[in-house]
């Protein structure tokens, strides 16, 4: 069989444009914070590995399969990411306000929403 040149297509992500820059910008907030992130479709020889974070070599990892639903992907942004860390790590305030409404509980620094 003769080789056309095409070459194998990438794995398609499950998520829209605007969940994939959601995406992006919670890794880059959570990449300011310290964490290291490692992100790919969690699958070895079988097995189906599970997102979450951890600790190796005294360094704060978070490990995402990118094929998660984008709630489930978010939820763990969540569990590893402040609010505060979300307001103080540097990112341009595009991103923070586009950020807000998924992680719900992030709030302005001052403000008391228990109030």
């Given at each position: 069989?003769?080789?056309?040149?095409?070459?194998?297509?990438?794995?398609?992500?499950?998520?829209?444009?605007?969940?994939?820059?959601?995406?992006?910008?919670?890794?880059?907030?959570?990449?300011?914070?310290?964490?290291?992130?490692?992100?790919?479709?969690?699958?070895?020889?079988?097995l189906?590995?599970?997102?979450?974070?951890?600790?190796?070599?005294?360094?704060?990892?978070?490990?995402?399969?990118?094929?998660?639903?984008?709630?489930?992907?978010?939820?763990?942004?969540r569990?590893?990411?402040?609010?505060?860390?979300?307001?103080?790590?540097?990112?341009?305030?595009?991103?923070?306000?586009?950020?807000?409404?998924?992680?719900?509980?992030?709030?302005?620094?001052?403000?008391?929403?228990?109030?």
């Open positions: 069989m003769a080789r056309t040149g095409v070459k194998k297509a990438a794995i398609k992500s499950p998520h829209s444009k605007k969940q994939r820059e959601v995406l992006a910008a919670l890794e880059t907030a959570v990449r300011r914070t310290g964490l290291k992130v490692s992100a790919g479709q969690l699958r070895f020889a079988g189906k590995l599970k997102s979450g974070s951890c600790l190796l070599r005294d360094k704060r990892w978070l490990i995402l399969d990118k094929s998660q639903p984008f709630e489930d992907l978010v939820d763990l942004y569990q590893v990411l402040t609010p505060q860390e979300l307001i103080t790590c540097g990112l341009p305030e595009e991103s923070v306000a586009l950020l807000i409404p998924y992680l719900g509980q992030a709030v302005p620094a001052g403000t008391d929403e228990a109030a």
